[in-house]
Nanobody
Framework: QVQLVESGGGLVQPGGSLRLSCAAS????????MGWYRQAPGKQRELVAT???????NYADSVKGRFTISRDNAKNTVYLQMNSLKPDDTAVYYC?????????WGKGTLVTVSS
């Protein structure tokens, strides 16, 4: 069973930065996309950013220009660099890896943006 482990969450002041990482416990083949989603208290889970096997990226409008997604295919790892963080970015961030026929999720890492 493949496990995804997120790291890098924490408490940061508004305007600050964090870098999230997500690593798979073993090699995953036939990956289509890797991505990050988030769920704020009382809200539904929403897409933050995705990156395809070819490197094409997609971002939620709310994070464009502030967040950058990247991946290391050899390590089956995906990253999310978050800059200029706002209180509205407070949420549990989940890693996702999607292959042909399988959808893997991490358990989430909490990001809190507060002064």
């Amino acid at each position: 069973q493949v496990q995804l482990v997120e790291s890098g969450g924490g408490l940061v002041q508004p305007g600050g930065s964090l870098r999230l990482s997500c690593a798979a416990s073993r090699r995953i083949f036939s990956i289509n996309t890797m991505g990050w989603y988030r769920q704020a208290p009382g809200k539904q889970r929403e897409l933050v950013a995705t990156i395809t096997n070819g490197g094409s990226t997609n971002y939620a409008d709310s994070v464009k220009g502030r967040f950058t997604i990247s991946r290391d295919n050899a390590k089956n790892t995906v990253y999310l660099q978050m800059n200029s963080l706002k209180p509205d970015d407070t949420a549990v961030y989940y890693c996702n890896i999607r292959t042909v026929g399988m959808d893997y999720w991490g358990k989430g890492t909490l990001v809190t943006v507060s002064s």
